[in-house]
C-alpha cells in the first residue's frame, strides 16, 4: 500500500460559529432531494466580513411543501418577488448575492455523537444604506 504526506498546519477546525447576525453571500448551491424525494436546493453560504470572513454555513430550502418558507425567505432576502404561490427563478442568479443571516448554535447528532452545529435561525435583506446629505 502506497504511503502519502499529509500537511495538517493549515487545517481548520469546524467549530459552529458564534450565535449572531452576519453578512454572507451566496456562493454556491446543489439541487439535492429530500428523503421523501420532493426537490431542494443546498446554499452555501458564506461570511463576507468580520473576523470570520470565509467560513462558511449551508442552507437547506425545500421547493415544494410546508418547508419551502426557507426558500420564499431567502428570495425576499435577495430581492425577488414571492408575492404568488408558485414561481420560477434561476438559482444561479443567487450567485454573489448578500443577505443577512441570524445564526444559532444547536447540538445535533452527527455520526452517533452529539456536535454543536449552526442552523439559520433568520434570512434579512441587507438594509439599504441611507445617502448622505
Known sequence: MARVHVDLSETQDFEP??????????????????????PAINYTLTVQEGDFTGRKVWL?????????????NLLKASGIECDSEQLDFDPDDLIGVEIL???????????????PTNAVEKIQAVPKKKKSA
Open 60 to 72: 437547506f430550502g425545500m421547493l415544494v411543501g410546508k418547508g419551502a418558507f426557507v426558500t420564499k
Open 17 to 38: 460559529l458564534p450565535a449572531g447576525a452576519y453578512l454572507v453571500a451566496i456562493t454556491r448551491y446543489e439541487l439535492k432531494k429530500t428523503q421523501a424525494g420532493d
Open 101 to 115: 443571516v441570524t445564526l444559532k448554535v444547536e447540538i445535533r447528532n452527527i455520526a452517533g455523537e452529539d456536535k
